[in-house]
């Protein structure tokens, strides 16, 4: 897992604004599983590049992200997603 910082303002390019940034890191030799983790403008935008031999189901790992990030949140106090 690899976590890169990204600009917390919004960036352009010909006038219009750069929604989502898509993160891929290196899937080495005898790695099943990379994810890239990139934050812009108050945001994380997640990369998945898996092995499908070693990795057969990777949606499920991705379901799973914004589970444990509420689980997070209020392991911490907080609460993004107010009823």
Known sequence: ???????PFPLYMAGARL???YPMGPLLLG???NITVISYCDKIDFGFL???EMVPEPAAIAEGIPIALDELEASVGLNANPA
């Open 31 to 33: 790695t099943g599983l």
């Open 19 to 21: 929604e989502s940034m």
């Open 50 to 52: 898996c092995c499908p």
């Open 1 to 7: 897992i690899s976590n890169i910082p990204g600009p």
